[in-house]
């Protein structure tokens, strides 16, 4: 995608591309400044051009590529963008992705743990209006047609639960 990109215009599904080719040139070819100036151009493109639906992936990937070169408060903050972009755009999956790669730069960073425990409850109940988000009723919806979206919560929540 990024090679028809540079040879015939870039679109929305281009920024996705720049910012996972950025989020590949890391950790497969130790590559992580390049990396990082392939997910800014991602997101560089989704602000431009307007790419509304493709925000939450560009900046969940920057999030990601920005914890190899950037402060870590860096890192954290294109994470929050990711989450808030893909809450608003309806983007569950990216939303769960951002959610767990933001909890995971808060450890890294060395907040306490109990901070950490309500950043994450507090974006569920901010963004879906209950409590947990993802048990009860939800999770029979989630494991309908779209198998993924319940793996994707399942993993977030399953990362949040006290040993």
């Not at 015939?8 to 992580?32: E, I, R």
């Not at 431009?48 to 860096?74: C, D, E, L, N």
């Not at 950490?116 to 999770?139: L, Y």
Request: proline residues 4%; neutral net charge.
């Amino acid at each position: 995608m990024v090679n028809i990109s540079v040879q015939h215009g870039t679109s929305g599904v281009s920024a996705n591309a720049f910012g996972f080719l950025g989020f590949t040139l890391g950790p497969m070819f130790h590559h992580y400044r390049e990396g990082y100036r392939f997910a800014k151009l991602g997101c560089d493109l989704v602000e431009k051009h307007g790419f509304i639906v493709r925000q939450a992936k560009a900046y969940s990937a920057m999030g990601t590529v920005a914890g190899w070169t950037q402060p870590i408060a860096s890192a954290i903050d294109f994470s929050r963008t990711a989450f808030r972009t893909a809450i608003e755009t309806g983007d569950l999956t990216f939303a769960c992705y951002s959610m767990i790669h933001l909890l995971s730069h808060l450890v890294l960073r060395n907040d306490p743990l109990d901070a950490v425990w309500r950043e994450s409850e507090m974006a569920v109940i901010d963004h879906t209006g209950r409590h947990g988000g993802f048990d009860g009723s939800a999770s029979a919806k989630l494991t309908g047609p779209i198998p993924q979206i319940a793996m994707t919560a399942g993993s977030f929540w399953l990362r949040m639960t006290p040993s």
